[in-house]
Structures are given as structure tokens and as C-alpha cells.
């Protein structure tokens, strides 16, 4: 298995080298990983307190960020090594202030893993969520590194519960204690045998929290909103944004409407805009006039859709046509109501705020219709489900202080 294991990497590895020469992302990922090592050499000295966090990409970094600065506020004497898998990640964090020295992490091979471990010495290691890399764990264990993983979430029909995934289990021996999101995770590792487990909740509940207390104000976005009802439609992809523009296109009631892509390059907003048939502005480019009259406000650019959702009335959360939905706590914690699509299950809080009350799943249009038809007319309902959210998000904080209390440093 260990063969196989190192012949998928080295697979992976040559495939982005040969999308590198027309994918930027792919490019990225392996420019980026130029010379890695030896910046290593020259960024760390070898008598630092190394505490190693790595996230496979800017999502999880998210997630895992109120673990990174608790810990730094404790122990101000570390230093924070934060390693990314992903561009998606490492070019928008490679500043981040939280961390000391911000890399990407080398590919998962043996000489990689052992070389990485010469130079960095960590006295800690922390994954977030699922990063399960065969060399790092075994060279962490070998080395009796503390290692931890926060945030993460088991499911049964993943390898480390099946009768083959003997070679996946022994991956998950190799950490001192995992925090997990949900009782079915301790239930499924203990099932295996692993007692190291704690269940603490999800870190995204911190992060999202203090994203809201620290929200920027949007003049614009105020302007905008003039205290009408507005819907947010965030981190959208085709068919979120086909289902909502036909909503839009249709409805006779007076909603305003905010339609934040999850990809925002020319053509894709240029696509969306094009379907509009009532008056829209994009966000970059609209006068105050402008968007003051306008019923459509499209977003054109990055880092403002976590500020968005306080001027909005209901939310609409994009990808549950797709691999799965995106972030949903954050219209959560503004105690908006949240529709997505069908593709949530992975998701314990998508799960939970159906279950309460708070969100809402749809499979087509008609049923897209008769949800939002329903929140614009029942102001109760509406303010109920939204309530519902507000509530889940400040119940479930916390674990990130629940993590650092149980780690030996």
C-alpha cells in the first residue's frame, strides 16, 4: 500500500507540472515550492520554538486561525510555522501577521518529509481538518512530535473504516489527540480503537464570530440596502446564479438582490450581468447614484462578502450544485435565514441549522421560488429562522478554548 501510496504522489506531482504550463494555479503550485527548502535554511534558526500548523488551503486556515492566534496570545515566546498545500491559500495568507514564517508544504515523499523535520525541528505539529499526509505523520511519530488535528469530521464511508484501510488507520495512530466536530466522529475512531479523542466542536464558530464583531462598513452596500429586504446570494457558481437571476428576473416583489460569485474574473461577472433584466450596477464601478437606484448589486471583487451579510434580509449560500456548499456560518452568525442547494450532507453545521429550523434546502427552482416567496411574506418565519441562526452560532463557540486547554505545552 505504501507503494501505491508514494506512486499517487508522484502521479499528482508530474500532472501539476505538466498543467502548470496552462493552468495558473497549477503554476503557482509548483513555483511556489521552488527552492523551498532552502528559504527553510535561511527563515528558521535551529534553536526557535517551532509550533507547526499546516491547512491544505485558505478555507481551512480560516478554520484553523482562532487556534493559531489563542495560541500565540498564550505563548507569545513561539514561533508559528504555517504551511499551505494549496495556492488558493498560500498566495492570499503569505503575509498573514499571525504566523512567523508562512511556506507551502513540500510534497508528501519520504526524503521531504525527513529533510522538512531536519530543518524545522517542531516542537508541536497541528493539521486542520483533513490532512492526512503518510511521511509528515510517520517522521512526526518517529520523532515523538506532539501532533494534534482540530476541526475535523469522520464519516463511515471513508478508508479508515473499511476493511482494507488498514494502511489509512495508521496514519491517524500517529497523532497525540484529534478533536473532532461531532459525536459520530468519536463514535467511528473509537470504533476503530483510538480513545485520543476529544469532541470539541467547530473552530469556524470562533472565526466567524469575530469576523462579524470586526465587519467592515460598506457605505456602498448601505446605500444600497436603504433598509429594504435584501437577499444575499454568496460564493455562487452557474446554476446558484441561474436559479437566482430567474428569481429575480420573475419576482414582482420589491427584494433587492446581492449576487457575490465565487469566481470573480470579467467574463463570469460579464456572464452574470448579462442575464439581468432589471437594473444592476457592479460594486467597483456604480456612483453612489447608481447604486442607490439600482434593484441588483454585483460584486466584482474579493474580500467583502463576510461584511456583506449584515445589510442582508435573507441568504443564499452557493456550491450545493456542486462539490458542496461553501461557507454558511458567516451569513449565520448576522442571524440571517440560509438556503443552499441539495450537495450539503458533508456538513455538520448545514445539517444542524436545517434540523433547528434556521436553513433551508432546495432541489429545483420551483422549490427555490416557494422558500423565497415565503421568507419575503412571513416576516415571522423569516425572523424566526434568523434568530434560529444567531443563536446556533453562539452556542457552538468556544472550541477553540476547549482545544488549547486539553494540549500539553
Not at 499526509?133 to 482540530?150: A, C, D, Q, S
Not at 461577472?269 to 437606484?293: G, L, P
Not at 456583506?308 to 449560500?317: A, E, H, K, M, P
Not at 436553513?359 to 411574506?377: A, C, I, P, Q, V
Request: glycine residues 6%.
Amino acid at each position: 500500500m505504501v507503494l501505491f501510496y508514494n506512486l499517487s504522489i508522484r502521479l499528482y506531482v508530474l500532472l501539476i507540472r505538466i498543467a502548470a504550463f496552462f493552468n495558473p494555479k497549477a503554476k503557482q503550485w509548483v513555483v511556489g515550492r521552488k527552492g523551498v527548502f532552502k528559504k527553510l535554511q535561511e527563515a528558521i534558526r535551529g534553536e526557535e520554538d517551532i509550533i507547526w500548523f499546516h491547512s491544505a488551503s485558505l478555507g481551512e486556515f480560516e478554520q484553523g486561525r482562532p487556534v493559531i492566534e489563542n495560541f500565540k496570545e498564550k505563548y507569545p515566546n513561539s514561533k508559528i510555522l504555517l504551511t499551505f498545500f494549496s495556492p488558493s491559500g498560500y498566495e492570499v495568507r503569505k503575509n498573514y501577521e499571525g504566523a512567523d514564517y508562512v511556506f507551502y508544504l513540500p510534497p508528501d515523499f519520504a526524503g521531504n518529509a525527513k529533510r522538512f523535520m531536519d530543518i524545522v525541528n517542531p516542537r508541536m505539529a497541528f493539521f486542520i481538518k483533513y490532512e492526512f499526509w503518510h511521511h509528515y505523520l510517520k517522521e512526526l511519530k518517529k520523532r515523538n512530535v506532539p501532533t494534534y488535528i482540530f476541526s475535523t469530521i469522520f464519516r463511515p464511508d471513508q478508508l479508515f473504516f473499511k476493511v482494507y484501510g488498514a494502511f489509512h488507520r495508521r496514519m491517524l495512530s500517529a497523532f497525540t489527540h484529534l478533536f473532532v466536530q461531532n459525536q459520530e466522529s468519536v463514535d467511528l475512531l473509537n470504533s476503530i480503537g483510538l480513545s485520543n479523542v476529544t469532541l470539541t466542536g467547530d473552530t469556524r464558530f470562533d472565526r466567524v464570530y469575530t469576523i462579524a464583531t470586526g465587519s467592515k462598513t460598506l457605505p456602498k452596500v448601505e446605500g444600497f440596502a436603504q433598509g429594504k429586504e435584501v437577499l444575499i446570494a454568496g460564493s455562487t457558481w452557474p446554476k446558484d446564479e441561474e436559479n437566482i437571476i430567474k428569481y429575480l428576473n420573475e419576482t414582482k416583489n420589491s427584494y433587492k438582490y446581492i449576487i457575490a460569485a465565487h469566481e470573480v474574473d470579467e467574463d463570469h461577472i460579464n456572464n452574470i450581468t448579462s442575464k439581468i433584466q432589471k437594473t444592476w450596477v457592479r460594486y467597483t464601478k456604480a456612483t453612489k447614484e447608481e447604486i442607490d437606484a439600482a434593484e441588483v448589486l454585483v460584486i466584482d471583487c474579493i474580500g467583502v462578502l463576510s461584511s456583506l451579510y449584515r445589510y442582508g434580509t435573507v441568504s443564499y449560500i452557493g456550491g450545493g450544485f456542486g462539490r458542496g456548499i461553501h461557507n454558511t456560518l458567516e451569513a449565520a452568525t448576522f442571524g440571517l435565514p440560509v438556503i443552499f442547494g441539495p450537495n450539503y450532507h458533508k456538513f455538520q453545521e448545514a445539517k444542524d441549522l436545517i434540523e433547528i429550523g434556521a436553513s433551508k434546502s432546495y432541489e429545483n427552482y420551483s422549490e427555490l421560488k416557494n422558500l423565497l416567496d415565503n421568507f419575503y411574506e412571513n416576516s415571522e418565519k423569516r425572523n424566526y429562522s434568523g434568530l434560529q441562526s444567531k443563536n446556533y452560532v453562539d452556542r457552538m463557540r468556544g472550541a477553540s478554548d476547549k482545544i488549547l486547554s486539553e494540549i500539553q505545552v
